[in-house]
């Protein structure tokens, strides 16, 4: 334990250091591992501010009913997004820079997701009316459905060009997709709500993303991997390999998952829906503060991918620029936290605030378990991954059960701090100490 204390100590002189040198802050941009990191962070923090505008417009444009099934079909389509061919993305993120056929990886992979999520959206919509009457819209117009059924491989698709470019270590095209995206979202609404009128939503942010990723497909992806082009191929044995790797990581995203779906579920149910508003804009603003520990794992896992040689330096470097990153963050929300919730009204500001500085200091070791879970990405051992994500979720929502009605929403938020502790704790107590000796 003393090790692992003078480890941090020194980790701690490390990034102090370099926030007291201009030097060394400016040399941060000249190293990939960095520069993509923050890469990253731009485009997700740009994504957070444009959202927040979309739905201002989308507020004002459309009927407050419009805006509820809108945003629910959204989710739903993301939550499709996840379950079908969100997992290959670590495949080609951890294997692209290794095939001796990249083209013929990406392209196998693009078509599979596109085929896996096609079925996903269609087995939704026979359904429908069974797990989302609410959402009965979607089957009211034949060409509604036709919208919702090719929005879904058109994000899985979308979503698999990033990792390409992360990948090849240009999380610049990442943010030039991403402003793509978010100007088009902006631009889009006034006109659809004329053409599809209530529909008008959701119809703005799917033709945003097709253009999107037209861009990436046919100008960003070539840039990044030369002489790629788009062909239907699935070439099974190019890609057997990489779908080991990504179900384990499909498996380890639905039970990370797992606290983010059940806890707005376990709040309206003990709590009731007012509180349930309250839990849903401080656990939103705390996930613009994880953007960052999120970038740098991502970093990562693309530059461990690339040169595993090079993975302890790395996972050093990841360290202190989520130190250098993070803190500050965590400083300024704690301290602006109550000014963040007024902008949505005073009864947020009184009720959420407690909450949201629980989740402000969980932050801390979410990021320490981010970067672990990239180290082993890199390192292709990902039943660590499952067996963390499966106690966390366990812990999140057990503990959420047994507070929440003695400590309302801020026993929601003490216990993700204390799932993430644990699970910190334990990723210490493995081997991460290993990772901080650089």
């Not at 370099?18 to 990939?32: D, E, F, T």
């Not at 610049?172 to 006034?190: G, T």
């Not at 053409?195 to 497909?217: E, K, P």
């Not at 919730?341 to 500085?357: E, I, M, V």
Request: hydrophobic share 60%; net charge positive; with cysteine.
């Amino acid at each position: 334990m003393h090790s692992l204390f003078s480890d941090l100590r020194k980790l701690w002189d490390d990034t102090l250091s370099i926030v007291r040198s201009p030097a060394k802050m400016n040399s941060i941009l000249h190293v990939p591992l960095y520069s993509n990191a923050l890469y990253l962070i731009l485009a997700n923090g740009t994504s957070a501010i444009f959202g927040f505008v979309f739905w201002i417009i989308a507020a004002r444009l459309y009927t407050t009913e419009a805006v509820g099934i809108a945003s629910a079909i959204i989710s739903i389509a993301a939550l499709l997004e996840m379950l079908s061919g969100h997992a290959l993305g670590y495949g080609l993120m951890r294997f692209l820079n290794s095939s001796n056929n990249p083209t013929k990886l990406v392209n196998s992979s693009f078509t599979m997701a596109s085929m896996l999520s096609l079925a996903v959206a269609g087995i939704f919509l026979i359904g429908l009316g069974i797990w989302a009457p609410g959402l009965s819209i979607i089957r009211a117009n034949p060409f509604y459905m036709i919208i919702f059924l090719l929005y879904v491989p058109i994000l899985v698709l979308d979503d698999l060009t990033d990792y390409v470019m992360l990948a090849r270590q240009q999380a610049r095209f990442v943010f030039i997709h991403s402003l793509i995206f978010n100007i088009f979202r902006l631009a889009l609404p006034v006109l659809l709500a004329i053409i599809f009128q209530s529909f008008g939503i959701f119809s703005s942010w799917g033709a945003a993303t097709c253009i999107a990723l037209l861009v990436s497909l046919f100008l960003l992806v070539p840039r990044v991997q030369p002489g790629y082009h788009l062909a239907f191929t699935l070439d099974k044995k190019v890609i057997s390999e990489m779908l080991h790797f990504s179900f384990l990581n499909y498996l380890s995203d639905i039970l990370w998952n797992i606290p983010s779906q059940i806890l707005p579920i376990i709040v309206i149910n003990l709590l009731g829906a007012k509180n349930n508003a309250y839990f849903y804009i401080a656990w939103a603003m705390s996930g613009i503060l994880a953007l960052i520990p999120t970038a740098v794992a991502f970093s990562l896992l693309a530059e461990g991918s690339r040169d595993e040689t090079q993975l302890k330096n790395n996972a050093g470097r990841s360290f202190k620029i989520m130190a250098i990153l993070l803190i500050p963050g965590m400083v300024l929300a704690w301290f602006l936290t109550n000014k963040f919730l007024s902008l949505f009204g005073s009864l947020y500001a009184k009720n959420a605030a407690h909450l949201l500085h629980w989740l402000i200091i969980a932050a801390f070791p979410l990021s320490i378990n981010l970067a672990y879970f990239s180290i082993k990405r890199v390192q292709k051992k990902i039943k660590p991954i499952i067996l963390l994500s499966a106690i966390m979720a366990v812990i999140v929502v057990f503990t959420s059960y047994l507070l929440s009605p003695r400590l309302g929403i801020n026993g929601v938020g003490i216990a993700w701090l204390i799932g993430q502790s644990i699970i910190a704790l334990i990723a210490m107590a493995w081997d991460i100490k290993r990772w901080l000796r650089v």
